[in-house]
T-cell receptor
């Protein structure tokens, strides 16, 4: 059974139209991460939640926001998607301060 | 600046061959090194290495870390077409200013196993 679930698997949006990607986990892990992975590149950390504490990476654009209403769910909001935001978005979890080991299947975002 | 470098960038082998993938790193406050396999979806965790010289093994895959020379290798013996994937190396570094440690990824090695 999938432990980190991302929806949808594929998302198409229009330039400038807000979009929300979702992630849920059944592991009860206290840390949830969002990564952006562009074609032929390594995953890049956008931000993470340690419990309810939000930790933004210094180079994450303001266009990217996140919400974590409870332990199980985390959302990635892209307020005004640009063509350069087309990528695979990966959600991952871990316990304590450990590294992200459990990844969801990802959401591939296309921006038209 | 912290960096993780993988080589080769891509590799084509035939079924039954043995391959060795390399990962070198320059990271402040090293904590662990992780290997992932990524097919057309999210990375799947393979190994986590924290100590030098101790081989981790899972079936045909094995990995070892050298903390003195700052590198790790991932070996795959008797390769199969199902081993075709991108293999990502990532280094966990302590981030004393944050709540969790950082994970720094290499750009991966693309392995293609031909029948």
């Amino acid at each position: 059974d999938a432990m980190v679930i991302q929806n949808p698997r594929y998302q198409v949006t229009q330039f400038g139209k807000p979009v929300t990607l979702s992630c849920s986990q059944t592991l009860n892990h206290n840390v949830m991460y969002w990564y952006q992975q562009k074609s032929s590149q390594a995953p890049k950390l956008l931000f993470h939640y340690y419990d309810k504490d939000f930790n933004n990476e210094a180079d994450t654009p303001d266009n990217f926001q996140s919400r974590r209403p409870n332990t199980s769910f985390c959302f990635l909001d892209i307020r005004s998607p640009g063509l350069g935001d087309a990528a695979m978005y990966l959600c991952a979890t871990s316990t304590g301060g450990g590294p992200a080991k459990y990844f969801g299947a990802g959401t591939r975002l296309s921006v038209l | 600046e912290d960096k993780v470098v993988q080589s080769p960038l891509s590799l084509v082998v035939h079924e039954g061959d043995t391959v060795t993938l390399n990962c070198s790193y320059e990271v402040t406050n090293f904590r662990s090194l992780l290997w992932y396999k990524q097919e057309k979806k999210a990375p799947t965790f393979l190994f986590m290495l924290t100590s030098s010289g101790i081989e981790k093994k899972s079936g045909r895959l094995s990995s070892i870390l050298d903390k003195k020379e700052l590198f790790s290798i991932l070996n795959i013996t008797a390769t199969q077409t199902g081993d075709s994937a991108i293999y990502l190396c990532a280094v966990e570094a302590a981030d004393y200013g944050g709540a969790t440690n950082k994970l720094i990824f290499g750009t991966g090695t693309l392995l293609a196993v031909q029948p």
